[in-house]
């Protein structure tokens, strides 16, 4: 092949690359504003409208995600559309104890929420979710993560005679 010809493919080659780097962005963002979106219609549909108002006209597409193959179809359908500290939430009430961002995960990704991101990306994003309410979330010792609201609880329960 001539240094001409090689040179054009190369060139063709480099462009595509830099085009599907541009889409694979685009689509990542996309996928962002999807989830938000997605989970400001749940929230419109499960009590931020007026008991009056007409909630018929909030239509929701299925997900692509069924909830097969997960540890338990229903939760994990009950993550889909959830923003990341509304998930942590749901995680860690059905777990029920303080637990780590390793073990948040894998019950979230056990269920198919944040399974399109890299480890370090949904664990930081994770940690900064909880760490910006700490209205909903209260850090521990050992990087365990659990409920403020257990925290009133426990305050609240009588010392053991």
Known sequence: MNQTLRDMHLAFLNEIRREKAELAQRLASLDEVERYHAGEVRTAIDGGL???????????????????????????????????HDACEAVLRRIGDPSKI????QVMRGNGYGIDLDDRILH?????????????????????????EW???????PPDS
Request: glycine share 6%.
């Open 50 to 84: 007026p008991d009056n108002s007409d909630k018929s006209s909030l239509v929701v597409e299925q997900p692509m995600f069924s909830g097969e193959n997960t540890e338990d179809p229903d939760f994990a359908v009950a993550l889909l559309g959830k923003t990341k």
């Open 102 to 105: 390793r073990e948040i995960m």
């Open 124 to 148: 930081n994003s994770l940690y900064t979710a909880m760490n910006r309410k700490p209205e909903t979330f209260v850090k521990h010792q050992g990087s365990k993560w659990g409920l403020v």
């Open 151 to 157: 925290e009133k609880q426990q305050e609240a329960e």
